[in-house]
């Protein structure tokens, strides 16, 4: 299980880095990491003869597969993070370990993900506050007011302390959306077509001579790209959160024996 754990912590650090530089990590990272853990694992159930070992990792792969495809289709993760889950999944095995790594993936993703907008808001301060007020200025403020006074009132008739907190969750929701959307135009940027690479995330369609390319949450395709090149074409690129540091903090963690349960 050391060796696992080594082997996905090299691995993950490398996807890590390079999903940090250009938000893709590359195809033989992840299947390289399924090949050699399965590997490992056929070689150390033989020498042990121990079947059951081989059975866990192989039904670990299983579930993980499963579950990087629901990730994937459910636009929580990119084909990159999805495949490098999979290989998590031989070195985790079907367990209750795996349950453990799943929460554990879910409170370092919130973690990794509140740090990162905020490092994202600080280095694109200037056009972050612009995009936060004109992004404030367009909402119905008013809105906000009702739906305090709105809830406080059960507080107020109740005299139930509690509810009080539910006024602050009205106005802090929308704060929080717009903080969102500000950090996330903040990640809009424009892109040579000779940069282009599969996967990008148009942020908005593009009209050619005889075509109109879309958006798509699976990015740009190599048919798409080379249209747009043979256009000469400059076009918006919405750049997304590179998750796979996350990942490999769920790992670290998962590694150090937090066990919920």
């Known amino acids: 299980m050391d060796f696992l754990f080594l082997l996905a912590l090299i691995w993950l650090i490398v996807a890590s880095i390079q999903d940090i530089r250009k938000r893709e990590v590359d195809n033989w990272l992840s299947f390289s990491l399924i090949a050699f853990s399965l590997a490992y694992v056929i070689f ?9 070992f081989f059975l866990h990792s192989l039904l670990g792969l299983t579930v993980f597969i499963a579950l990087g495809f629901a990730f994937y289709y459910g636009r929580v993760f990119a084909g990159g993070d999805a495949k490098l889950i999979m290989g998590i999944g031989i070195i985790i095995g079907l367990t209750n370990s795996y349950l453990n ?3 554990l ?20 301060r200037k056009k972050f ?34 509810l009080l907190a539910l006024p602050a969750l009205a106005i802090l929701f929308p704060v929080i959306l717009i ?16 940069e282009l690479t599969v ?11 005889n075509k109109t390319i ?15 090149q043979k256009n000469k074409k400059n076009i918006l690129i919405k750049d ?7 990942i490999l903090l769920a790992l670290i963690l998962w590694n150090s024996h937090f066990n919920f349960w």
Not at 133 to 148: C, D, G, T
Not at 179 to 194: H, P, T
Not at 199 to 209: A, E, N, V
Not at 215 to 228: F, K, V
């Open 199 to 209: 996967g990008d995330w148009l942020y908005k369609s593009i009209k050619l001579k």
């Open 179 to 194: 903080y969102g959307k500000a950090v996330e135009n903040c990640l809009i940027f424009s892109k040579s077509y000779k």
């Open 44 to 52: 150390y159930s033989l020498l042990n003869q121990d079947i059951s």
């Open 129 to 162: 506050a612009k995009e936060f007020k004109l992004l404030w200025k367009n909402e119905k403020k008013i809105y906000f007011v009702l739906a305090s006074i709105i809830l406080l009132l059960p507080a107020i008739l109740l005299q139930n302390a509690v």
């Open 240 to 246: 997304g959160v590179p998750f796979v540091p996350a």
């Open 105 to 124: 993936l879910l409170i370092s993703g919130a973690i990794y993900g509140t740090f990162y907008t905020l490092f994202i808001s600080i280095k694109h």
């Open 101 to 103: 790594f799943l929460l």
């Open 214 to 228: 879309h958006p798509h949450w699976e990015g740009l395709t190599e048919s798409q790209i080379a249209l747009l």
